[in-house]
């Protein structure tokens, strides 16, 4: 019988042995749980919208409720978790996940199921925030970068099979059993961390409120401004937004510099390594964001294909993702990550631009091999990006540098959805074929244009 890992407090990891492998099946779960959240709820908006008999525009705030309070609240939640430890914060999240998912399932109506989303989000929040953390004190830092590539491969697999596992399971039930899945899932994880997570060292200061409630509302605000774009709101509403989250901001980080433990670690920032990467991380899921919303519509809507084609189309890129992920972690064990992050970004970006060329009636496999090469080049860089980014903190930041890693990533994604809609609406998509194909390859091309940028930033690291 394995032990527990309640001594597991080495500094560099936990040794061999089924306390590691178990370690890493409760934070897998659960990064698992908080991926497919998302990927399902998408999928069954219109089975949700019928149900409870609400438009499909009020529908959507059931993705937006958790998508806020993800955002406002990975900081502080990080900040949080070097102060009372990564694996409390880790299944306070798994419990308070748990439990929404109970509440969505139950709910009879829409503001039921707006409030319990949020928790949901909340409780995401929670665990992916300590992801990276949880991964430096489980595992040695010779095998940091296969960790790491680890959870990525966790991620994209997630991603690829949400819709299938979401329409497999409303073949069988309704709706409510997307939510009702993770109850089982989350008690197992919950087990499992109570027993097998390492304890690590805590950081002794005090939990700075002000600093929550800026940081919470300065990010709900762009969100909004950032969703209003989308949306097409009034211009004046989302100036006003996007004014204020700059002003709320820029007193947030005016704020960090004054303290001496402050809640996002601005000194993390004066090593070129980090800022860098983070950097680069943004602008890579900023054009992952672009190709991910973009790409069904060009299919779909330019090529015809109808949605199981689609489906099938779109799985080349996370699966290619999810093979190559696990190598690249090996390989940044081993060799500079900077430059296998220039290698996989200079792959995203040419297989970007040999998607916005294709040709007028492209074959599946011609489709394919080129979201392949995107989706190899993602693995590539991401991975190592991340390993180089928590190796360059010092260890009792792991929890804050993490934080920041996450809101990077949601941040890059959300904007990347934002722009789809605002090229969307600039070339009028619904106006015609035409200006559909013009839309959908503008699209593209800008998301190829931000993975340049991060190999240009990116590639600048390979000289540190």
Known sequence: MAEPAKAATHSDGMPEGWPRRFAVATITIGLSMSVLANSMTNLALPYIAHDLQISAESSIWIVNAS????????????????????RHVYRFGLGLFSLASIGCALAPSLNWLILARTFQGLGGAAIMSVQPALVRAIYPRNMLGRGLGFNTTVVATSLAAGPSIGA?????????????????????????????LPHTKHVHRPFDVLSAALSGTTFGLLIFGIDGMAHGHQRPVILSELVLAAVLGALFIWRQRRLKDPMMPIDVFKRPIFTLSITAGSCTFTAQGLAFVS??????????????????????????????????????????????????????????????????DPSAPNIMWRLALCGMGFGIFSGPNNRLMMSSVPRERSGSAGGIIATARTLGQTMGAALVALVFGLFDFSAGASEAAAAAHAAIWMAACFAGTALVIGSLRIRH
């Open 168 to 196: 497999a399971l409303l073949t069988i039930a309704s709706w409510q059993l997307l939510f009702a899945v993770y109850v089982p899932l989350g008690i197992v994880s919950f087990v499992l961390s109570e027993r097998y």
């Open 295 to 360: 790409l069904p519509f060009l299919f779909h809507t330019v090529l015809g294909r109808n949605a199981t084609d689609t489906g099938i189309l779109l799985t080349a890129w996370p699966l290619a993702l999810a093979g190559i992920a696990p190598i690249a972690g090996r390989l940044a064990d081993r060799h500079h990550p900077g430059l296998l992050g220039a290698i996989g970004l200079t792959s995203m970006t040419t297989g970007l631009v040999l998607v916005a060329l294709l040709p007028p």
């Open 67 to 86: 998508q806020i309070a993800l955002m406002i609240s990975l900081l502080p939640i990080a900040a949080l978790a070097d102060i009372v430890g990564y």
